[in-house]
């Protein structure tokens, strides 16, 4: 009897972990397990690095769901940001389970879906606020938040062991824009009647003070809009629904038409309009055709490209390259968000040239144009207060976010032994209300380059890197299979190393140090094609840092006829 | 007689102009052209934009001085950053001219010069606070101001037609380290006598509010070391002498030994502390070898690497990579600076590795460890209202800011249409007290990559950027001159595109499309090899996007024997 019922309490442990969103901003997806039963909750995509060339996006390895499928209960998606939603075209083709979501959320999970003709395929839920799932041994409940998109929730899940809070993306927004406060009075109860663990959203864990209300922002695209004589632009984040409520009730009472311009904001406002979370007159919206039939006093635009993106509608608009809109001297653009790492010289030199062709740029160094969709220190301590977890693991932001938050969790009484700062993978068991790590799971980064999911490794990425440097010579020779003796050749193509025309003799000389190892190789009776193309290759290798100092990739082929 | 009046007057315009440093930050280099006289302001680097790929540094295009090289009478320059000095070994390659400079920008400049083997070719003159230099007919003088490096001044060009006063670098601070205050007195003396044309720093002018004072900074360090029980360990940029003078001074004060890191610390801490910019006690410094050999709390470190530069001293102590300093856990790591815009990632997963060793990181985020070396809106419009100048031309900075700048200029009174936004080339020609647009001179940017000087063009970073997106494919065959049959290949080589193990159908597949368009070429009786290699291209081309949606360079070699 002692025996098995050990053996069940081994089996039955309570596990939290992550597959991806620690020590980075990206690919979230969190797994919380029970015994057998598995739960998810979102399925994210990260942006490639820099160093990650000729990669279009990033999402996480299941690995693990794959060879536990039978145990998946469930993805609960917490909003629809692509960080959290992303990698489900790809993730559902090699798991199928079902799909939990609010409204809005599944609406622009569906749009991927139906993208990736697999929607019919998948098992999808909509969640409301009263909703209770099961899940196996476990059962999901939710709480709404305040975020830069609408309809996101907080998930609640109740385990065996005791409650699991993981509160998706979040800031508590007193006076939010067209949707209510975060339901703290739903925290409060989840806080009283007890939570084991808390999973926290880091992202702003280093920022002092509480997070800026949307509608700020709304008080100065009011201000905007009541002095402009000429056209208001406005580019933001396509998702940021809240914001784009505001450029059409500014639109509105300032007497504009407004046109949507650009792919990601097309799509969304539509989806946002038919599920009504983003309430549009009648009359307001104007097709991007019809602009120039009214004067410059009526019009508003509505773009994306505020992350000054390359082929963007507002960096072709700043370009004079757009086909519709020529922004004209005395205009208006508003860039209403703050640069993400890294986009901060894209945006720099779109305002650059917004400000050349004459528009009034308003942007977040001249004005207050953007808040964050996440919580502050305040907003953080304000969740941990309402919680009261016994253990706390800072989830979503890369190290130094999870260690300030922390701190944080620290500040306001969780006992530091009851943090958990887990890199993806890592896992947080929990059992008889004890919590301690436990084994690691295996995890990682798939990279996506066009339709190849995880073709691309180390090996490739580091050749496109030695090639972006300092391009490539491609050697040629043929030799004779009977003799060994050279029929054609040796002949040099450059490319992304030199201009040909401008280093000919260069070449020549290079093309003379390939024949002379080739000889010598000859001469010593090299016998393998292998040798003789190291040696070709470190010779010519030396040559040319010699005299350029620079290390182009360097490919010798020998051909045999 | 009349005729040969304007025929003088024509010649002796005075011309005001950039050869770099406008609508970018980097390159500095200004001309103040009088007749046959030329003065040359700065002569700076930039580094390469994230879309000049494998290219190390950027220069001005000094075509204009080459040409004119009998005219010019010499260089000044304000200061001895990069952006101000690193143009100089290459520049003065070309046109051999005299050099003009405060004590400690001097000692930079010659060690750069010293490097590139032409010190002794160059004519060079100290200046001081109350040096008058004759540049023909043009008189130059100079006036203290404070900036991120000692020693750095603004100069006053006196010119038949008035004076033109390009400030440097500067901020006004009232608290600075080791050295006197900017020397207001003298400003307020030019500007009394009148100054026709003011050049001022615009890198911050979209900054409200005044710079902070270095000594703010100061206080912080001492706080640190105060705090610490362990190693101290500093980064800073090394040319900011008076923040490695605090580091010492802290030092001093909490009774702790100084080890200097990094080349560019080291080669900067002695040139300064050669000249007297840097006081240091005898005993003060000791050898990294021996840090080992003293206990924690008695050892302080200076080192480089506060931009997360992958190859620096604080990079390779974060990846536990450094050969002679090993981070401990409880020991403290300052990052005594704000991230340049594009390096914010690169700091953060130094700060990211700092923290997983253990170690206090002290920085941006968490402590006021850093302030500019550049004025802010209010050190500008003192700087304005001191010079008081009849016409003015905002430099040092990115179109926004030059524009900021003239926003600042016309709200403490210069009148609009006094206020020239130049680009680089632009010329403000002077003539009779009136300004206006002068002919457009040619500059450019000159690419170094390695030891080539402008031999990387728009073609070689094009193949750079192809081939680092989604790397190369190399097409070889061998055909008989005779018949023109295959006699051997075609072999595909791929470089950076997938790895060939996994991908074998897929380039098996490749090959037969080669193949296949090489007999549809003999049938249709195609008789030059451009013509094959296009079609090659073509369809291979064709077949990889719609098997992989990438685009990969293609290179088609054909050889005849």
Same mark, same amino acid.
């Given at each position: ?38 739960? =998810? ?84 839920? =909509? ?71 808390? +999973? ?21 695209? &009011? ?44 799509? =969304? ?58 922004? +004209? ?136 890197? +030695? ?18 003796? &050279? ?45 003789? @193309? ?7 290798? @030396? ?19």
């Amino acid at each position: 009897m002692e025996v098995k019922y050990l053996l069940k309490d081994q089996r039955d442990k309570l596990q939290i972990f992550a597959l991806g969103g620690l020590d980075e901003i990206g690919k979230n997806m969190y797994v919380v397990q029970y015994g057998n039963d598995i739960v =998810v909750i979102d399925s994210g995509l990260m942006f490639p690095e820099v160093d990650m060339l000729g990669i279009d996006i990033v999402i996480p390895d299941v690995s693990y769901l794959v060879e536990h499928q039978s145990k998946v209960r469930g993805i609960i998606i917490t909003h629809g940001h692509e960080d959290h939603i992303g990698a489900l075209p790809y993730i559902l083709r090699r798991i199928n389970v079902p799909i939990y979501a609010t409204q809005l959320t599944m609406g622009l999970v569906e749009h991927k879906l139906r993208e990736a003709h697999i929607l019919n395929d998948v098992k999808r839920t =909509v969640i409301h606020k009263r909703s209770q799932i099961t899940l196996g041994a476990l059962k999901a409940t939710f709480f709404r938040t305040n975020h830069s998109i609408p309809d996101a929730v907080g998930v609640c899940i109740d385990t065996p062991e005791g409650a699991v809070v993981h509160t998706g993306d979040f800031k508590f927004d007193m006076t939010p824009v067209n949707e209510e406060t975060a339901d703290m009075h739903r925290m409060a109860e989840i806080g009283r009647k007890g939570v084991l663990c808390l +999973l926290s959203d880091s992202t702003n864990a280093e920022r002092p003070g509480f997070t800026g209300s949307e509608k700020s922002v709304g008080e100065s695209l &009011i201000e905007v809009f009541r002095q402009s004589k000429q056209r208001v632009i406005v580019a933001t984040f396509a998702s940021n629904i809240h914001r784009v409520q505001q450029v059409v009730d500014a639109s509105v009472r300032y007497g504009r038409k407004l046109a949507v311009v650009g792919r990601s904001m097309i799509n =969304v406002v539509n989806i946002a309009s038919e599920l009504g979370y983003l309430k549009v007159p009648d009359d307001l919206i104007i097709e991007l055709d019809d602009i120039n039939r009214l004067p410059a006093h009526k019009v508003a635009i509505i773009s994306t490209g505020s992350q000054g993106e390359p082929m963007s509608a507002l960096t072709r608009m700043a370009n004079a390259s757009h086909r519709k809109v020529e922004i +004209l001297p005395g205009d208006t653009v508003v860039i209403a968000a703050t640069p993400i790492p890294g986009n901060e010289k894209a945006i720099g030199r779109t305002v650059d040239q917004l400000f050349r062709i004459g528009a009034n740029v308003v942007y977040s160094a001249n004005a207050h144009v953007h808040v964050s969709g996440h919580g502050s220190q305040e907003d953080l301590k304000l969740m941990l207060n309402l919680m009261k977890p016994k253990y706390f693991m800072p989830i979503h932001g890369e190290y130094r976010m999870l260690r300030a938050h922390a701190q944080l969790a620290e500040s306001v009484g969780v006992r530091p032994e009851n943090i958990f700062i887990c890199d993806n993978g890592d896992t947080v068991e929990i059992f008889g209300g004890r919590a301690r790590y436990g084994p690691k799971h295996y995890t990682g980064k798939v990279l996506i380059d066009g339709l190849g999911v995880g073709d691309v490794g180390n090996i490739v990425l580091r050749d496109r890197k +030695l090639l972006s440097q300092d391009g490539i010579l491609v050697v040629v020779v043929t030799l004779s299979k009977a003799n060994g003796t &050279i029929l054609s050749g040796p002949d040099i193509i450059s490319r992304g190393f030199v201009y040909v025309r401008e280093s000919e003799k260069l070449l020549e000389d290079a093309n003379k140090v390939v024949s002379l190892t080739m000889e010598k190789c000859m001469k010593d009776q090299v016998n393998e094609w292998a040798s003789y @193309k190291t040696n070709i290759r470190d010779a010519l290798s @030396k040559f040319l840092f010699e005299k350029t100092r620079r290390r182009p990739m360097i490919l010798p082929i020998i051909m045999e006829v």
